[in-house]
């Protein structure tokens, strides 16, 4: 757009100095409109880079079952700004020309009084201006990422000291009961004879013994009787 701007000054002024002011279907001497292809090229790399851009955020951003919808989005912002274009001209055109006074707007017939470049230097305001959004919305975005990343880093981190929490709280359990456990268990005791029996089967035995000489060897039976 700036290559632009400038050529279409060099491009104004030339047949104005030249006399051809007022003559602007007649063709200028020395004048070549190939000089053109520079801004169209540049114009179609540029659009090139956008399109691949916008294709692949579009793509990268959408839903599995949404990328098609994603990928026509393009086209759609296409189709938007063609629309945008063409209001901007309406405006500049009821802006800047003035019939009653005999002032042409920006974008008259006569291409030798034109100010085309007025228009590419608004281009390139708007060009700045919405290159400044892109960029704060690219910066937001990039925090809102990084926001999220450091809420899952931190809900990682929390899970993590719930996790060795409830291990320490489960470590403390267990070896309450294990000491519990220990304090219930009878290590020895003396028979009826007063020796000391020691170990798990000379204390089972010993209870065996001393219950068998208090019950018996045999529980007694119990008989209900049930009257028809």
């Not at 002011?21 to 070549?32: G, I, K, R």
């Not at 708007?126 to 400044?132: H, M, P, Q, T």
């Amino acid at each position: 757009m700036a290559w632009a701007t400038i050529f279409e000054s060099y491009r104004r002024n030339y047949p104005i100095k030249q006399g051809y002011e007022f003559v602007f279907l007649t063709p200028m001497p020395n004048l070549s409109a190939y000089w053109l292809l520079i801004q169209y090229c540049l114009i179609g790399i540029g659009e090139v880079f956008c399109i691949v851009g916008l294709l692949e955020f579009l793509y990268h951003e959408s839903l599995d079952a949404m990328r098609s919808i994603g990928s026509a989005y393009a086209a759609l912002a296409s189709g938007l700004g063609c629309f945008a274009v063409t209001i901007l001209n309406n405006i500049v055109k009821f802006v800047t020309g003035n019939s009653s006074k005999g002032q042409p707007s920006w974008l008259s017939q006569n291409i030798n009084t034109i100010r085309f470049d007025y228009l590419y230097w608004l281009l390139i305001v708007l060009s700045v201006i919405n290159f400044c959004v892109l960029l704060y919305a690219a910066r937001r975005r990039k925090l809102c990422l990084l926001i999220k990343m450091e809420e899952a880093d931190l809900y990682q981190k929390t899970n993590i000291e719930w996790l060795c929490f409830g291990e320490k709280c489960n470590a403390f359990f267990f070896n309450a009961i294990k000491e519990k456990k220990s304090r219930s268990v009878v290590w020895c005791i003396k028979d009826k004879e007063g020796y000391l029996r020691e170990g798990q089967m000379e204390v089972k035995d010993a209870f065996i013994e001393y219950y068998k000489d208090l019950l018996g060897v045999t529980s007694p039976a119990f008989f209900v009787t049930v009257q028809s």
